[in-house]
Every structure is written in C-alpha cells, then in structure tokens.
C-alpha cells in the first residue's frame, strides 16, 4: 500500500461517495434490474492486467448503481432502517484503514478495549443493569447482527443448563417466544440443536397488541413441566420486526426467574429509542434479563454492521464459545489479564468496529441523537395522522416508535380480505422507484408497513411518501 497512492485514489473516492449522496434522490430506491442483470454487463474472468480506478467507477455508475437499493434514501421506509452517517462513515474508513483482526486482546488491545469503554458508555445512555456493565460480573461485546447476539445468547443459556441436568438432556430443553419474535431465534434454535418441536412461539393476539401475554407463557411453561421437560430460554422482543410491539418485560422476566431459564431481550430496532427519557420505560424489566440485544446499525447513525449484546455474566458466554489453541496462546491472555472477544462470539476474527460507534458517539453526542430518534418518531406520528385521516386507510397496529402499520380497507365483499388489494398498491408503489416500503400479515391481514428511519428523511419526504400513496390507491380503486 503505497500512501501517496492511496491519498490520490480515496479522495477520488470520497467524491464519488459525496456525489451519490448528492444525486441521490435521483434513483429508483428500489432497484428495477431484473435477476441475473450484472452477469450480462461484467465479463466472466477476472482482467488479466490491472484497470483504472476511473473505469472502474464508471462501471459502478452504469453498472452497479442500478442494482442498488438505496437504504440511504430519504425516500426509504422498508424494513427497519440502516442507518450510515459522516462519523459512522469515517470510523468504516479508520477501520478499514487498520485493517486489524482484533481476536485477542494482544491482537490490537485498543480494539477490545475500546469495545468495553463505548459499550459501558451505550449501557449508561440505556440506563442498564449495572451488572451489565464490564465492571461487574458481565459486560458488552459488538457482534456482527441481531442474530448473531441472539445465538451466542442461546449457546450460552444451553450450556449452562445442560451442565446442571446432563448432556443427554438436550432433547428436553424448550426456547419460548411469542410467535412475533424474529426469524433469527428459529434460526439460533436450529444451530443450537434445539428439536423443533420444542421451540414455542406463543400466539401474540391484536387484542393484546401483538405483545406476549405473561399467562399465556405461565401456561405453556407449566404444561412443559408437567410432561418432564425443562424451560431454559425466553426471548423478549422490544420493537417486534412486523409492528414494534413491546413485549411486558417485567412480568415475563419475572416468569422467566422463577423457572430459572435465561431471559433474553432483543431490541434490535427499538433499543436505540431507549436513549430518550421519554422511551427509556420500554426498558422497565430489562433488570431481570441475563443479556440484551440492540442493532446500533439500525436507528443510531452507526454504519452497518454493529450489533450491540450485553450479558450478566460473561463466564456463560465464554465457557461455551472459548477455545485456547497453541497458536493463539499469549502472555496477558495466559495471565487472565484481559477480555478476548474471540471466546464470546462464532468467528474468530473480529473487525474494529468499535471505531465508528465512539466516533458517532463523540460526534455527535447524546443529546443530538436523543434529537434524532425524536425526530422521527414525530414524522412518523405524522404520518400516522395522515392516514387516519383519510377514511380509505386504516391504521392496524398501534404506533410506538417510528413504525407505522396500516392498509387501504377492502371495499365490501372484496374478495381475500384486501391481500391482493394491499400487495398490488405495495407493488405499484415500490415499482415507481418513488418510495420503498415494506408489508406484514397481521391477524390474517395484509399489512404496509412505514418506518421512518433514514438520517435523511423530513417532513417533506413523508408528506411526499403519503401522496404517492394516495394516488396510486386512488388509481386502484377506480379500477376495481
Ligand atoms: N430482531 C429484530 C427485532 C429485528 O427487527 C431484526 C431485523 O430487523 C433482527 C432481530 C435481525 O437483525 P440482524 O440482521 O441484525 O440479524
């Protein structure tokens, strides 16, 4: 790596990255290329000799973009966001820039330990447990994602059980969620070698706002009970993927205590919220939980990827996930002297993610990202209004964060319930590259989803999102 080349080649970069961030509400933010679209345009061999940077760019231009769904899009509402930022874009760059494997402590020991200070400072934003906190017993770690916290948590929670009832009682142990948990606990189950009848996901109904009812899992725990099998792991959810429904932490952590089973909180989306005051009571309960998680990547201007997971006790982590081969034997690990983030997570190698959270962090500062969250969860109030102010749209589920729920009615005796109704007018909406949203079935129910998330959405963009809206469910209705 040549610096002088270096210098030349990414500040021609960072101006092709300021450019499309400039031009770009000027794409479709969803991607109109058909499927196979790229291996039309590239060759199939690599260049034999080296190309420019230039013509490279050109072909990112022509080639890539339009295969590119813009996440960063103020146009964008799908999914929950990913959000990227000036200092979460730099600390990539530093990162990438190091280009360290950070595995053990001595591997680069400002990467672990740089981990432990901002995960501290993130537990203090959140108001957490101080036994979350890495002075105590337990401590945080970044993981790649969501799911990846949610495994190691499982792993963790398995082990512990089996080391008291014995190994050959895997085939006993029974996870519980509601079934509005995200896909990736089945998926931590299915790794973790938890039989798939044993894996419960508890009916959520509208009536209680899509949240796990306490009794609902006192019952399913005692009937499991009483046919000899042993509850270990409940997961919560605060800000479910389809609705951002809050399960009620206290209470089913308190169920969760008395069976003694790991209790679990995902809070990919929302956790970021959970930085305000006036959102920190979606937390109450986390006391009882044994590990956390929330997606820094998601809503806290901190570029993909960057999942944050807390634990009580990291001796439970460590015990399942820790190996200590020769070749990475080292004097201050040997000493028990500090954290190898190696024996709390699957890989080995861990990038310097740390680096773009204590930039956004110090960047930006609490206040200002306290602002940011309120900001959106007020468009996305807006919003709300919007459309319960137009008698064709109903709202389907109650607005919490910046999420909002809501189809266009199905005229009467329209057939399959508004499905086809609601799919074509998200089709139509997402086919016009104007906005990009995303949909759920609820109780049966087709179902828009609009989350508001992207750092550069306004007022504007939202207002613009519900005329679209308006108009192209205008247009189907006329032809029903
Ligand atoms: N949990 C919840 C509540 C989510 O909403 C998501 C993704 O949206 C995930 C987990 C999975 O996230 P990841 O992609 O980080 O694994």
Redesign the pocket.
Same mark, same amino acid.
């Given at each position: 790596m040549d610096a002088e080349q270096l210098r030349e080649n990414a500040h021609k970069m960072v101006d092709f990255i300021a450019d499309y961030y400039k031009n770009l509400e000027d794409f479709p933010v969803l991607s109109q290329v058909k499927p196979g679209y790229l291996s039309e345009l590239l060759p199939d061999s690599a260049p034999r000799q080296p190309e420019s940077l230039q013509d490279i760019l050109d072909d990112v231009q022509q080639k890539i973009i339009p295969g590119v769904t813009h996440w960063q899009s103020p146009n964008y509402f799908a =999914? =929950?966001p990913s959000n990227s930022s000036i200092a979460g874009f730099l600390g990539e760059m530093l990162s990438a820039g190091f280009n360290i494997v950070g595995f053990s402590w001595i591997t680069s020991p400002a990467a672990t330990e740089l981990v432990v200070v901002v995960l501290d400072w993130v537990a203090k934003m959140l108001k957490l447990p101080n036994q979350f906190l890495s002075s105590g017993l337990g401590g945080g770690v970044i993981q *790649? #994602? @969501? /799911?990846?916290a949610?495994l190691v948590a499982l792993l963790a929670a398995r082990d512990k059980i089996l080391r008291r009832v014995g190994k050959e009682y895997l085939n006993k142990l029974i996870v519980y969620a509601s079934d509005q @948990? &995200?896909s !990736?606990l089945q998926k931590a189950c299915q790794i973790a070698g938890i039989y798939s009848e044993n894996f419960r996901l508890l009916k959520a109904e509208q009536s209680s706002n899509y949240e796990l009812v306490p009794e609902v899992l006192s019952e399913a725990i005692s009937i499991d009970f009483s046919s000899g099998l042993i509850p270990f792991f409940l997961c919560a #959810?605060v *800000? #479910?993927?389809s609705s951002a429904a809050v399960d009620p932490l206290c209470a089913l952590g308190k169920i969760a205590k008395a069976s003694d089973m790991w209790f679990h909180v +995902? !809070? !990919? =989306?929302a956790g970021s919220a959970c930085i305000c005051p006036e959102f920190r009571h979606h937390l109450d309960g986390v006391e009882e939980a044994d590990s956390f998680g929330m997606?820094a &990547?998601?809503w806290l201007l901190t570029n993909f +990827?960057c /999942?944050l997971l807390w634990v009580k006790d990291r001796n439970a982590l460590i015990q399942s996930l820790s190996t200590n081969p020769e070749f990475l034997k080292n004097k201050a690990s040997q000493e028990n002297a500090v954290v190898d983030f190696k024996d709390w997570q699957i890989p080995l190698g861990r990038r310097f993610r740390s680096l773009k959270l204590w930039m956004v962090l110090r960047m930006y500062g609490q206040e200002n990202l306290q602002n940011y969250i309120r900001n959106h969860i007020n468009l996305a109030k807006q919003f709300e209004q919007l459309v319960k102010s137009d008698s064709r749209f109903e709202v389907m589920a109650p607005r919490t964060f910046s999420l909002v729920c809501f189809r266009l009615v199905p005229p009467p005796n329209h057939q399959d319930n508004g499905y086809k109704l609601n799919y074509s007018l998200m089709d139509a909406i997402n086919t016009s590259g104007k906005i990009f949203l995303s949909h759920t079935v609820l109780s049966g129910k087709f179902v828009l989803r609009l989350a508001v998330g992207a750092p550069l959405t306004e007022e504007k963009h939202v207002e613009a999102a519900w005329k679209v809206l308006q108009n192209h469910a205008t247009t189907l209705l006329g032809n029903i």
């Open positions: =999914y =929950y *790649g #994602t @969501a /799911s990846e949610v @948990a &995200h !990736a #959810t *800000g #479910t993927t +995902d !809070a !990919a =989306y997606n &990547h998601k +990827d /999942s």
